[in-house]
């Protein structure tokens, strides 16, 4: 068993870490840090347990630490950083000395030999870590997955990106509220009520989605040579972003083919078997008015995505639509960076 | 004052019509049509009224016909229709016989001669009902508005069309409830939720816009010359819809000049100071976070649309983004068709 | 293993049903029916699945039959019916001929020889089996569980009712939107709302309640002795019914004894280890914001009442207060029914 | 025209004060207080505007001034504070030297010769206005108003403690977020969720109602003597609580007397005429499943209490039960502010 720490513990991504690695295979919790104010305390007494299963026993008794990394026990291997951003850009670097950091945080996003990975789509840029380790004289290293949303998106868009010439894309999302964190969106903005503007999100959205779909040529990444423009949009939904995506492809397509490249998608975390991978990386939804957030989000265990109404668009040429839905704390957080430790764990530790 | 009637007096749309046609200057209710089942009763014993302000004491005695043009009053000069699609298709042609239908259903909309009108958009396609009327030998004619998701677009888009050379136009609806009448949405399929799916919205959405914002020679329209594609939604909103537009120009713009020429519209009804027209009917609002539909549905008394997030396309060139908010049941639907009526009124009768 | 047939299989209470069945110990699924407009479909191509788990493979290919008993395979020896009211008034007593009818339906609730049962508070009703074959010369038998509400209730009162004299009880219910069934509360009606009124319901807590925790005495049901008044009232919750209870005692007492009790709370299908029984009937929350319906309602599986806010009253004597939270079609609707066809299999079949 | 301030502009209270004030024939707002981070800035600079109608252009270019007693106007007569309650604490006092204090805030409710009024119910109790001036030697003078959800209570209570005995009365609440102030409830607290807790609240209801309904012997207030125990939960709704209500009186009653009492009362503000008093106090609907918060909550423009489901208990003697919906943000909260100053401004300035 790999021994794992989880920086940011007591908030809600770090309890979707906290879900997702009791009873792993792999990985067992041996620390939890948080905030000042938490450290010291039992887990239980320190956390408001927000999830709609129990709180694990295994992680009751654990006393939560400093966010310090010269605090942390010295047999974790990994530590999972659901830390604010800029709290992270400060302190994963120093965990990043000693142990294996795979952040969810915005903080190292795309810095130079910081490996961006979502297993299934780039898994070849984990190939920067030695560089990044050199560079900075560490024994670990930080790994990063993407924007929620993004993770989502970009998902969908392997499958079609490998087998067809994009040429551009436009996505409007509905974003759930958990995505915001507990305390982001207040009932009296979302109740009878959307919010048309999320922070930043369009920008991550529209660069992240290309640097993961680029090429890592051993020293730095091109990105794909499409075009994406954003509009992110919050809903009153507790968990689940969908999006609608316009895709305009280079040439003529059969939509059958695009639905059997995204419904047989299967990569590296599937050939791996590794414990978090989906059996269907993308799954295709039949039905007319599907895939929906509070239905859909939970597809294979939280690490799907659901894409439906998959449609040839009858107004643009070369071009067809869909709607996609995502778990965006799983999938598009805690699993995320769950799944690149794990497939970390079997490719380089 | 002009006596009018109204068909589906009961429904929702039918008590839009009437909270509107309250207290008009020009306008006074004196009959009022529903099902079978409501026939004979009065008013306010048929129906359970469903706005958020008193039913008026006018109508409350007023005993329901029913949807028979036989049986409607002799002085009356106007109908507003909020028929289903099927019973409209076959009704609204016996009533054209000697009343003016300002109808907000689709089943005449586009058809030859049969006017489908915004105020602010298109005025001059009323020239068809000489036509309409030759053609049938009628004493009366119809005059449609078009769907709400529609109306609330085209109104926007109206001062770019007018300003600039419009190429290309994706739009991504957040639609609500109130769009699919008082059964339409179980409270199962939207709480912690939303349906990515309308039933022909779509269509309607990308036929609509651009017979609206085309050109009528006298005899015939042409359709505008630019694309246009939609993907709906329905979101848990009770009223407004909001909308996420892509806007692809052939030239380069100055975003400025989009956003004065947006606040700046003005159009028929407001030189001709029609009751209902709303003193602007485009809203431009700066916060970064607006519009909003709980917010902003309700300005300019539910007949403005407010847009919002106007920017620049950092991808595409020649492009911009903006997102939409308009009420639905009011300036999409019995208000569309008031005002129509009022136009009519002033121009016509 | 006993194979069962689920009556109203395509509706919600019986899209859990199959949930809860699937994989069961004991039960296998062998029959579905349901309208004829079902009937002769595959159960897949029959149903709008509404669970946001996946429909269970195993029932996929089952033909649906009609509802009809002469139409039931003869191996089936329990069915599970989540009726109408009024279908089942009709059919259930054809289907008791020949088959254990394990019924969701209020239509035989409460009648003579027929028993209502919660298996932790009145397992020995089920000797009014004996009674009712006899009476109606038949193989099968019907019986009953409560209304969701009731179930709720009962089961947080009885331990309650066995230790202490209970004199008084006043609930106010804020009940889910699925217990309305799928399309039984519109989105107009519950969103930014809620609606202070469900049909019968205030009727079936109050009678049902005492009927439950009265007491049989090999021919009769005596009423509980004390008296219950309830308002009911319907709140925009997917799942999970709220309500807050007003006890009154007639002598003074220990709060901390009334919460142990409940917290200690086991009863026979604890001790026979039903494969649907929970560990804790009732589980009593310490946090005082507790129990939530999003957060609780799962607890136990769904099998679990959740309590908390458990107050001494400092306004009335002998009096204290509480919350409960339990899963209405869970716990309140098809575990019910299926703990009820557990302790039956154990103790009868 | 009198002069007014508001202590707390800004926030959400504050916006309805302004809104309940924007042409009200006797009072002119004049100065606007808030934080200091607001301070020196125009209102619109420094406000986010909450309500779903426009911020006043009459307010728009007021520059809001510090908190301190020192910086208001001296032609001001009238401050409205909806300041937080310990704040409310330090700087009531200090504005009372020199101003009408009419305060919203829970501060000093219910201390000596501070009168809590609602006008309809105890506007006696402002003869405490004098012991009060001569005790702490002021020239101005403190009022305040009642907790939300005890206003609503109150107001139907009112014509039933003046006609019948009562004897105990149950309350659980339903209330809307906005009693939270607009940060109060994150949207993932409530979200297909309600949460059965709101601090302080049960024992507001609990005491201030039986001081509002006592009697004031020009000395001191003896509490109204029967029981009220309450039970207080926050729902998904903007605006309106609504509270379930069992009584019990002393002797049997007829329901149609108690319907009438509530449907007729009037009192004193109705006498006055005073601008905001509404016709009817409290509204009797009769449809069944009213009255409900969203429908109902701006009866009498947000002051009127709506009551419905009013029937008789079947279950305990002399007993029935009600559902009330009432406005918290105006007759639970400014309206009540701005009702008591009419009160004042009509019998003692």
């Not at 906290?18 to 000042?36: G, V």
């Not at 026993?57 to 604010?84: G, H, Q, R, W, Y």
């Not at 949009?233 to 397509?253: N, Q, Y």
């Not at 978090?276 to 799907?304: C, F, L, T, W, Y």
Request: hydrophobic residues 40%; contains cysteine; negative net charge.
């Amino acid at each position: 068993m790999v021994n794992v720490g989880i920086l940011g513990a007591t908030g809600m991504v770090g309890q979707r870490f906290i879900q997702l690695l009791d009873n792993h295979p792999d990985f067992e919790i041996t620390a939890l840090a948080a905030s000042s104010r938490s450290a010291g305390k039992r887990y239980e007494d320190a956390t408001t347990w927000y999830l709609d299963n129990e709180m694990p026993e295994s992680v009751k008794d654990i006393i939560v630490k400093e966010t310090d990394a010269d605090a942390m026990d010295n047999d974790v291997d990994i530590v999972f950083s659901s830390l604010p951003t800029e709290f992270a850009a400060k302190v994963e670097k120093d965990f990043a000395r000693d142990y294996v950091v795979a952040s969810n945080a915005s903080a190292h996003r795309m810095k130079k030999n910081i490996p961006l990975v979502i297993p299934e789509v780039n898994p070849e840029y984990l190939d920067m870590i030695d560089a990044q380790q050199k560079e900075n004289n560490w024994d670990g290293f930080i790994v990063t997955n993407p924007n929620c949303s993004t993770i989502a998106l970009t998902l969908s868009l392997k499958p079609i990106v490998d087998n067809f010439n994009v040429d551009a894309i436009r996505v409007s999302t509905m974003q759930a509220v958990s995505g915001a964190g507990y305390n982001g969106v207040p009932s009296m903005a979302i109740v009878d009520n959307l919010v048309p503007y999320i922070g930043n999100e369009e920008e991550k959205m529209e660069s992240e989605t290309l640097h993961l779909l680029g090429n890592y040529d051993g020293e730095k990444v091109s990105d794909a040579d499409f075009k994406l423009s954003a509009s992110c949009h919050r809903v009153p939904v507790i968990d689940g972003h969908t999006e609608a995506v316009f895709v305009e492809l280079d040439d003529d397509f059969d939509i059958n083919d695009v639905k059997d490249k995204m419904a047989n998608f299967k990569a590296l975390p599937q050939k791996l078997n590794l414990f978090s991978a989906p059996k269907n990386p993308v799954i295709v939804k039949e039905e007319i008015d599907r895939p929906q957030p509070r239905m859909d989000r939970n597809a294979g265990n939280g690490m799907s995505v659901s894409v439906g109404r998959l449609r040839k668009d009858k107004v643009f040429d070369n071009s067809f639509k869909y709607v996609l839905v995502g778990h965006n704390t799983i999938r598009g957080a805690a699993g995320a960076s769950v799944l690149n430790a794990e497939l970390i764990n079997d490719k380089i530790l």
